[in-house]
């Protein structure tokens, strides 16, 4: 049974989607803040997490954010439910790290929607993620694999600017766009501006792609001085 974590501070909303979700077949529990929130996946990690924006103590944002900063949150599928359904308000919810974003109100069948179309992306990577460590263990790939990899071009080849390449590291070892943006010193926006470039010349959709990109390819940090 699919663990899901609710964080919302209305008590009444919580109470129903708890309800709901449970007649769906998940296991559910629920707190009114991002900082219960944050004790909780401490404790017993979910497998998705939804979660309002504006809450006290800690908001959402602040949540996702902190959540994204952590080995166990990384790549744990996010969502977001929020009365702010502005455009700018999304954007800001995908930059911080977020999965998908729903506005409220909301019919649950499309929350639930969402879930499983999160759950079924976890299953696919995991898998995948599984196949690619036990050849690397085995030392065996399949031959159409080995000719396809065999003149694997070394890792400053890639179409990318020095800008670029220095975003690309980041993201492939699991830094969300503001981790990014404070350790590089330059603003989410133009981090995310860098990966969309990133994604379109190597012909990737998103980061779960670039990461396998990187993985497959034997892609790995440089060292100091090969840094630009």
């Known amino acids: ?5 609710v964080v ?4 009444t909303l919580r109470t129903v989607l708890t309800r709901y979700l449970q007649t769906q077949g998940y296991q559910v529990q629920d707190v009114s803040s991002g900082m219960e929130a944050l004790t909780v996946f401490e404790q017993d990690a979910p497998d998705v997490v939804v979660s309002d924006v504006m809450m006290p103590e800690m908001d959402g944002l602040e949540f996702c954010r902190r959540l994204r900063g952590i080995p166990s949150g990384q790549l744990v599928p996010f969502i977001f439910l929020s009365g702010k359904g502005e455009l700018e308000d999304r954007i800001q919810g995908h930059t911080i790290g977020a999965d998908d974003y729903l506005t409220k109100p909301f019919d649950p069948r499309e929350l639930v929607a969402k879930i499983e179309a999160q759950l079924e992306r976890s299953r696919r990577i995991n898998a995948e993620m599984v196949r690619l460590m036990q050849q690397l263990a085995t030392g065996a ?3 159409e694999e080995k000719s396809q990899h065999s003149d694997v071009p070394p890792v400053m080849s890639l179409p990318l600017t020095p800008a670029e390449q ?3 590291w980041e993201v492939i070892q699991g830094f ?7 350790r590089l010193f330059i603003s989410p926006r133009t981090v995310q501006t860098h990966l969309s470039n990133i994604l ?9 792609q670039l990461v396998r990109f990187a993985f497959e390819r034997g892609y790995r940090r440089p060292s100091n001085e090969e840094q630009l």
Do not use: H, W, Y
């Open 1 to 5: 049974m699919k663990k899901i974590l």
């Open 8 to 11: 919302d501070d209305d008590r």
């Open 141 to 143: 790939a399949p031959a």
């Open 166 to 168: 220095r975003v690309f």
């Open 176 to 182: 969300t766009n503001k981790q990014i943006s404070d």
């Open 200 to 208: 379109g010349k190597l012909e990737l959709d998103n980061r779960s």
